[in-house]
C-alpha cells in the first residue's frame, strides 16, 4: 500500500466524497511541477457544516474543526490531480487561510492550525508549508472558513 494512502488509514482519517466546483471555475489546475488548489469551504459529501462567523456562531475550537475539513477537501483533489497517487507529492508550499469572522476577531492562526495541523499530520516534514492567515467579513455560502492550496508534485 502506498505511503501516505497507509497514513490516512493509521489515523483513521478518511476523504470526503467529491467537493465539486461550484460555478465556472476548476477544482485544481496543473502547472508544471505545481498544483494550484481552489478554495475549499467546510462541506463535507455535499452539505455545509460551519455556516455563520467565528467569533459569534462559533468558537476557535469549532472554526479549527471547520478548517481542517477545509483541508480534507483539499486532499481530496490534490489525490485526484496526483492521478490517485498522494506519494507524488513532494511539498506543501503555501496555504491561505480565510476565517468568516466578527470584526474584533485575533485568533486567525489558531483557526488556521486546523487545516495546517491535518497536513503536517498527512504529509509529515513534506507538508511543512508557508501560510496566510486572515479575517474576511463574509465567504461563499456563508461557510466559517476557506483555504486554498499550492503543492509541488513529482
Not at 507524488?88 to 483557526?111: G, H, M, T, Y
Not at 498527512?122 to 492567515?133: E, L, Q, S, Y
Amino acid at each position: 500500500m502506498p505511503i501516505i494512502e497507509s497514513r490516512l488509514e493509521e489515523l483513521k482519517i478518511s476523504l470526503p466524497n467529491n467537493s465539486s466546483a461550484a460555478a465556472n471555475y476548476v477544482p485544481f489546475v496543473k502547472s508544471g511541477n505545481l498544483v494550484y488548489i481552489s478554495g475549499q469551504i467546510c462541506r463535507w459529501n455535499g452539505e455545509m457544516q460551519f455556516t455563520g462567523k467565528v467569533g459569534r456562531e462559533f468558537s476557535v475550537d469549532e472554526a479549527k474543526k471547520a478548517a481542517r475539513i477545509c483541508a480534507l477537501n483539499i486532499i481530496y483533489h490534490l489525490k485526484e490531480a496526483c492521478d490517485n497517487d498522494l506519494d507524488r507529492v513532494k511539498s506543501c508550499l503555501r496555504l491561505n487561510v480565510f476565517v468568516n469572522s466578527v470584526d474584533n476577531f485575533i485568533e486567525q492562526p489558531s483557526v488556521a492550525n486546523g487545516a495546517s495541523d491535518l497536513i503536517l499530520e498527512v504529509f509529515g516534514d513534506a507538508g511543512k508549508h508557508t501560510r496566510v492567515a486572515v479575517s474576511v467579513s463574509s465567504l461563499p455560502l456563508n461557510s466559517a472558513v476557506e483555504v486554498d492550496a499550492v503543492f509541488e508534485i513529482n
